[in-house]
């Protein structure tokens, strides 16, 4: 039963109660995280050149694709690889947001599907992986690409709500404290972030102009990291406008400093897609050779950009999966309660031999999240990751050389410009909407 029955019986005698809608969101976010580490594992250059040995991966696949019969893909076997992991990924969180539509309470039978058989749900996992490594090439890989796009888009939409979240929640909390406490303690502390996050935020905008432009040529970058510097210094004057401040006492320059600081880093990862090598110095093309217009070898597939997506990537979805928000807004927004469904079935629901409480069904009354909506923000948060581990380059037409396209550096510019409108707008709102409650 520990493997196949409800969530909480994965909880080991050593483990402190907890809600069984958590643990359940731990677990799927833990399938997430194990998806993402064997693609991780699939670009080592070491495991890439195994992957010669797959059926249909290079040599002879140019039989069942139509092309030459001794086609050399070995430049990007590591690339398709991925895209079969994050496929696979994506079709598991696909099904279970299907099964899982309009469960209301745990007393739904499907909502036992989401909540147990997790043995059986690893092997469906499994099963589905290597299913997608028997799919042929053909048009899969650059179909297969332009929906990673669109997925890796609406999930850095999702980052950017958790973000301005987060950083709403940091500031009040802080000023809360300020005015319980050491004012001058807690004041200090937030100038001294603010103050980080802008020294950082300028710092990186004169390294993309010096790393990212040439002083005849390189228009877009020159054109990108303007308006965007523009743009955060727009939205940092406005947080601070004395009828901001009236209607949004808790609204500051340290909201706006994160926001800066991550808007800058989307426009170094939209100039690291920029497929022009004099723009680019990070730009990397390997064609059917393994050549590189980089001097030296490369050893893996992501770039600094991309561990730094990674590593958000990881923190958004544990925020995903662990958190509710102080805004009621913003639980509107994600699909989850404030305080979580079901208080009234208390922890005292479920007992382990010995009457140790373990973990407790909270969603006899009605579930604590949209089970749904939660898969579907972890099969966009798949696509992501399967676009940055792959620098967001497809192959082209002969299916013999990587590009990086315009594509992703237009789809990244827009996602920052959204981020930033969104961000204005929740400072504005409140004035152009007096009748609402933005508390």
């Not at 920029?274 to 059917?288: A, K, Q």
Request: charged share 10%; net charge neutral.
């Amino acid at each position: 039963s520990c493997l196949c029955g409800s969530a909480p019986c994965l909880l080991c005698g050593c483990c402190p109660s907890a809600k069984n809608s958590t643990i359940s969101r731990l677990l799927f976010t833990f399938f997430l995280f194990l998806g993402t580490l064997v693609s991780i594992i699939m670009i080592i250059p070491g495991v890439e050149k195994e992957l010669h040995k797959l059926p249909g991966f290079c040599e002879g696949s140019g039989s069942v694709l139509g092309l030459q019969p001794r086609m050399d893909c070995s430049s990007f076997l590591g690339h398709k690889a991925v895209y079969r992991m994050g496929f696979a990924t994506a079709a598991f969180f696909c099904l279970f947001a299907v099964l899982t539509v309009c469960v209301r309470s745990s007393r739904d039978p499907r909502a036992a599907l989401h909540n147990g058989f997790w043995f059986f749900k690893f092997l469906l996992l499994v099963g589905l992986t290597v299913g997608a490594f028997y799919i042929p090439d053909g048009a899969f890989t650059s179909v297969w690409f332009y929906f990673g796009v669109v997925g890796a888009f609406l999930f850095i939409l999702i980052q950017l709500v958790l973000l301005i979240d987060f950083a709403h929640s940091w500031s009040q909390r802080w000023l809360r404290r300020a005015g319980e406490g050491s004012a001058k303690g807690w004041y200090a502390a937030l100038c001294t972030v603010t103050f980080i996050f802008y020294a950082a935020s300028i710092a990186a905008v004169a390294l993309l102009y010096v790393y990212y432009t040439k002083p005849q040529g390189c228009t877009e970058g020159k054109a990108f990291i303007s308006i965007n510097l523009i743009l955060c210094l727009i939205v940092s004057i406005v947080s601070i406008l004395p009828k901001i401040q009236e209607a949004q006492p808790h609204s500051g320059l340290l909201q706006a400093s994160l926001i800066t600081l991550y808007t800058i880093y989307v426009t170094w990862s939209a100039l690291a897609n920029v497929p022009s090598p004099r723009c680019n110095p990070t730009l990397m093309l390997r064609n059917s050779t393994g050549s590189a217009t980089a001097p030296e070898p490369l050893t893996t597939w992501w770039d600094a950009p991309s561990v730094v997506g990674l590593v958000i990537f990881i923190l958004c979805t544990l925020f995903i999966s662990l958190r509710s928000s102080d805004h009621p807004q913003v639980n509107k927004l994600m699909l989850t309660e404030e305080s979580g469904a079901g208080a009234g079935a208390g922890p005292g629901g479920a007992t382990e031999e010995g009457g140790v409480r373990r973990a407790y069904d909270n969603e006899q009354d009605g579930v604590a999240y949209n089970y749904s909506f939660f898969h579907l923000c972890l099969l966009l948060a798949a696509l992501y990751i399967m676009m940055t581990l792959t620098n967001w380059y497809r192959p082209d037409e002969s299916l013999q050389v990587l590009q990086s396209p315009w594509t992703a550096v237009w789809v990244k510019i827009c996602s920052s410009w959204a981020g930033i409108l969104l961000y204005l707008w929740t400072l504005v709102a409140p004035l152009v909407l007096p009748d609402r409650d933005f508390s």
